[in-house]
């Protein structure tokens, strides 16, 4: 990935705009220090994962889940009272 300096980004920062968002990020930095990493708005994170959903319609949640073993439960509390 392309690193710049910080004092050469401010004179190439459209350039380098353009160049990130046409899906080419680069990063800044200062005194050879990155700062920050410049990526466009809608490019998508390779690690990135769509978590929510992912397991719709291969499991089946019963209806009376929130009940599944309350009677083990409650009896375990019960000895420790």
Not at 33 to 57: C, E, H, M, S, W
Request: aromatic residues 6%; charged residues 30%; proline residues 5%.
């Amino acid at each position: 990935m392309l690193t710049v300096d910080i004092h050469e980004a401010g004179a190439t920062l459209e350039q380098l705009v353009e160049q990130a968002a046409n899906g080419e990020p680069f990063i800044i930095s200062k005194a050879g220090q990155p700062l920050v990493k410049v990526i466009a708005i809608d490019a998508k994170r390779p690690y990135a994962t769509n978590r929510l959903g992912f397991l719709a319609g291969k499991i089946k949640v019963p209806d009376d889940f929130d009940q599944m073993g309350r009677e083990e439960i409650e009896r375990m509390f019960e000895d420790k009272a």
